[in-house]
Structures are given as C-alpha cells and as structure tokens.
C-alpha cells in the first residue's frame, strides 16, 4: 500500500483564505481589525525565522501585525509589563510570546500574565483547564491543524484508536484532550512507554510529536492508519553534499508511508498549520471580544 499525501500546505492556505475572508467581513461589517501581537525575547534564529512569518502572514490576511523584539538580557519584569500593556490594548486581539524564553525568566508566570482572551497559543493555564474539561477555549495551534487535517480526511473520528507519541504541554497533551473530545480512545506514549511499537500498531489514528528524527518505523504501523507527523528535525544530508542538511520528521517517512493509509509529509504537513491556526484563533478572539459570531471551520 503507498499511503495517500495529506498536504498541509495546501490545506494551511485554505485556513489562510478562510481567516482573510472573515477579517474582510470584520472590516466592512463592523470597522475592526483583529490584531496580532508577538514578542520575541532574544536572538535565537530559529525563533526569528517563525516570528518573521507569523508577522508577514498576518498582514497577509489583512490583520494588524504588532512585533516586540527585547534583548536577551531584558528583566522579567520588563517583558511582564509589556504584557500588562498589551492586554489592555484594545488593537490587539492575540498575544503570543515566542518560546523558548532566555533562561533567566520563568516561563510560565510570563504565559499565565498574558489575558486568557488573548492567549492564541493556547498555553495559559485557564485555557489547559477549559480544554481539559470540554469547555471552549484557545486551543494550541498545532494540535488544532492536526485536528482539522484529520477531520478532513476521516470524517467522524468517534471510537478510533488515537495514540499520541509524546507528552509535550504544546503538542502531546493538548492533541490527547481534543481527540478525547472527539470520541476517540486515547493513549498518551512517550519514551519510558514499554512495548512501544505494540503500542503504536494498535493506532487507527498515529501522532508523532516527540522530536526525535526519523523514530517511528513502517513496522511500528497499522495498515492503513492514518498517520500525522509533528516532527521538525533537521539532519546531515551527506548524499547532498559537503555540510547539507534536511528536514526529516518524527517518523521514517519511506517506510511508514509504505504501510499508512495517509501520512502528513514533512515538509509540508503539519507545519504550515500550525501558523495558519495561529491567524485562525487571532480571528476567533477577535470575535469573542466583540461579542461577534466565530468564524466556521476555523475553531475545534
Ligand atoms: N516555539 C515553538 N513553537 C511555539 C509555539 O507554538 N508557540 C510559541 N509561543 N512559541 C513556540
């Protein structure tokens, strides 16, 4: 069997169409932009890399872009009074602080100072809490673009066999709560689970986000399962050349998608959803702000 290629990246510019086309409503309906804040702390290049797209997909879709670039030395409590300000301004609709943060701050008292309402990571505590028990919340944005692509391909995900490689609070956890709220039986693995291949073939539906390259093995895999790599890991790629890299995910992707009957590729899966989820849940606080409708399609 070769498994059917689920393309994030076409999927993600349908999500990207779907966000503008509502925010040209918001604008032409109602006079409000949604607007996105993110702050960046520190020089990592990775991190400048994703805030630069988030920022240039914002304006994009038509939204307002806000970007906060602080040293890596600043004090937590200049990065906590930027949220306070943030919070109470009404231009802006999303707050995300680009992870990691320079070692001397905490974290998670910086997640939990950002307003629940404008938590478009997801990663405040009242939002864990509220997905946790079923209520409506901000939802991660990549185990929500797994949801979509998965409810895309699948339909009804009531009673499959859900398991999720990794514990993570970004990716794991959260993607284990949302396929418990779609009926599916869900088993959390990670790198202490015995018989972990045994474990990983019983799955209708596959979840790889453990960060490990190439770690999940076609035999690892349930014919026809559907298969959805978070992995983004870069590796040497001597057969390119001198010094090259590539980027491979968290499943060895020849031999999973002989046996898969779908798979996200990487790259060109998961990835391009997770920023497109990131405008899409900028456009749904936005609404709830303002006591709007949320736009369809878009939410969990
Ligand atoms: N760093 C890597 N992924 C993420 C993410 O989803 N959100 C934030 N804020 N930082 C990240």
């Known amino acids: 069997m070769s498994a059917k290629i689920i393309d994030g990246k076409a999927f993600a510019a349908t999500v990207r169409e779907k966000v503008a086309s509502h925010v040209v409503r918001l604008k032409a309906d109602r006079g409000i932009t949604p607007g996105l804040a993110v702050v960046l702390v520190g ?32 004090p937590e409590a200049d990065l906590l009074a930027l949220i306070d300000r943030l919070n109470a301004d009404p231009a802006v609709h999303g707050i995300l602080v680009q992870l990691p943060l320079p070692g001397h701050m905490n974290a998670d008292a910086v997640i939990n100072a950002i307003d629940p309402a404008k938590d478009v990571d997801g990663f405040h505590i009242s939002n864990v809490g509220l997905l946790g028990t079923g209520q409506k919340s901000m939802v991660p944005c990549t185990p929500l673009g797994c949801l979509m692509m998965l409810r895309d391909h699948l339909g009804n995900l009531s009673g499959l066999n859900a398991v999720v490689v990794g514990r993570s609070n970004i990716v794991g956890k959260p993607m284990a709560q949302l396929l418990l709220g779609e009926s599916c039986t869900v088993t959390i693995a990670h790198s202490r689970t015995r018989d972990i291949e045994e474990v990983c073939r019983r799955a209708d539906i596959l979840v790889a986000a453990v960060g490990r390259p190439q770690m999940i093995k076609g035999d690892w895999v349930k014919p026809g399962a559907t298969v959805i790599d978070v992995g983004i890991n870069r590796i040497d790629a001597p057969e390119k050349g001198d010094g090259k890299t590539r980027l491979v995910g968290d499943c060895d992707y020849e031999s999973c998608a002989e046996v898969a009957g779908a798979i996200t590729p990487v790259p060109g899966g998961v990835g391009p959803m997770t920023i497109a989820c990131l405008l899409a849940n900028t456009v749904t606080a936005c609404c709830r702000a303002n006591g709007l409708p949320e736009p369809e399609g878009l939410t969990a």
């Not at 991190?47 to 797209?53: G, H, I, L």
């Not at 038509?62 to 040293?71: A, D």
């Open 43 to 74: 020089e990592d290049p990775a991190s400048q890399v994703y805030v630069r797209n988030k920022g240039k997909q914002t304006v994009e879709c038509g939204m307002q872009s806000f970007e906060h670039k602080l040293p890596a030395e600043t």
